[in-house]
């Protein structure tokens, strides 16, 4: 940090109070989204004003962090701004990582009617109703015995492979769409249970997601870049360490 303020110094590199205050604006913006988006009916200003009072800073507190490290920013842009990655790289970088990054899993959407452990006459009778026309969600909102659900209709959304326990996972990922199944016996009593749709594995394609590794993939290596310059400058410059402040060394 001292070195890119050196380097700020040296090339008049100075941070006005225009662009301090885009900056506010930005995370105005930024912890706005952040309140909403976990619920909250926020503007971005009352949000903003939140988050200082969170962090127990004033706004002139944040301006003056602004204006000291704006500058650091500005020096990591000029000196490394431009490294990119390839188009090779960014292929390279999806290949790797899309099947776990940008795939989502196999799902089931399901429903089900939860009879307790000493209802199976019951849940075999329900079952021969619901083969025989009976209205699937009516039955689950009179006798489910899963609260979670039974107002919904038996409604349990939509799931994928290794978030319910096995034998009803078992039996959703073996059945066809619109197919009723059970009871199945599970360590809560016996679930009779459709599959309302089924979504197979899918993988977003490269062009969906390749601006989003492009940006990735800059970040790093701009990261890269500008720790090779410090590097650099610590050797032109001849950096000295007070005795008892050198860095840890590395490996």
């Given at each position: ?20 205050d ?27 004003e ?62 089900h ?71 199945v ?18 993988t ?6 390749e ?41």
């Open positions: 940090i001292e070195i890119a303020k050196a380097y700020a110094q040296e090339h008049n590199i100075t941070v006005s109070d225009e662009e301090v885009q900056e506010i604006e930005k995370i105005k913006e930024q912890v706005g989204d952040q309140a909403r988006s976990s619920g909250q009916d926020l503007s971005n200003q009352e949000a903003y939140q988050a200082l009072k969170q962090n127990n800073i004033t706004e002139e507190q944040l301006r003056e962090d602004i204006r000291q490290t704006l500058p650091y920013q500005q020096v990591q842009e000029r000196v490394a701004g431009d490294a990119e990655p390839s188009d090779e790289e960014i292929q390279n970088f999806y290949e790797k990582n899309k099947g776990a990054q940008f795939t989502t899993p196999a799902q089931r959407c399901v429903r009617i939860l009879y307790n452990k000493d209802q199976k006459e019951k849940a075999e009778e329900a079952t021969q109703q619901l083969e025989d026309g009976a209205d699937f969600a009516k039955l689950a909102e009179e006798e489910s015995q899963d609260p979670g659900s039974a107002a919904n209709g038996g409604d349990l959304g939509c799931l994928g492979k290794g978030e319910t326990v096995p034998e009803f996972e078992e039996a959703v990922f073996g059945a066809e769409q619109g197919e009723i199944v059970g009871p016996q599970t360590e809560f009593g016996y679930h009779i249970i459709e599959v309302t749709d089924i979504k197979p594995e899918q977003r394609p490269l062009e969906d997601v601006s989003q590794i492009r940006s990735q993939l800059s970040a790093e290596k701009q990261t890269e870049e500008f720790n090779r310059w410090v590097e650099e400058q610590k050797e032109e410059r001849d950096v000295k360490y007070l005795k008892g402040y050198e860095p840890p060394k590395q490996g």
